[in-house]
Nanobody
Framework: QVQLVESGGGLVQAGGSLRLSCAAS????????MGWFRQAPGKERAFVAA????????YYADFVKGRFTISRDNAKNTVYLQMNSLKPEDTAVYYCAADRSGFRLTTAQAMSYSTYDYWGQGTQVTVSS
């Protein structure tokens, strides 16, 4: 069983930045594709970004392209989401997720909630106007 623990959320003004971290337990982290999703009040969980197990591929939702960057450090079992130029509409609980298949994901798979096997508890990001 893999445990994922997010951190780095908080309150920030519009235009500001935050870096979210997701620490994973287990020795097989380096074989997992990792994703970030978010859920705003009253809305469904939405894809934000994902990275392949090697880190050589990254996928982004259109609404974060150019503002958010996903990265990973396999030596630290950690995936990051650098969020810049934050907007009030980015306010949500952010979740990281892991896909244990070891396969290289298609873009559609990387963006799909159902691809991921493990989920963290989430971290709140609030962007004030």
């Amino acid at each position: 069983q893999v445990q994922l623990v997010e951190s780095g959320g908080g309150l920030v003004q519009a235009g500001g930045s935050l870096r979210l971290s997701c620490a994973a337990s287990g020795r097989t982290f380096r074989t997992y594709a990792m994703g970030w999703f978010r859920q705003a009040p009253g809305k469904e969980r939405a894809f934000v970004a994902a990275t392949s197990w090697s880190g050589d591929s990254a996928y982004y939702a259109d609404f974060v392209k150019g503002r958010f960057t996903i990265s990973r450090d396999n030596a630290k079992n950690t995936v990051y989401l650098q969020m810049n130029s934050l907007k009030p509409e980015d306010t949500a609980v952010y979740y990281c997720a892991a896909d244990r298949s070891g396969f290289r994901l298609t873009t559609a798979q990387a963006m799909s909630y159902s691809t991921y096997d493990y989920w963290g508890q989430g971290t709140q990001v609030t962007v004030s106007s």
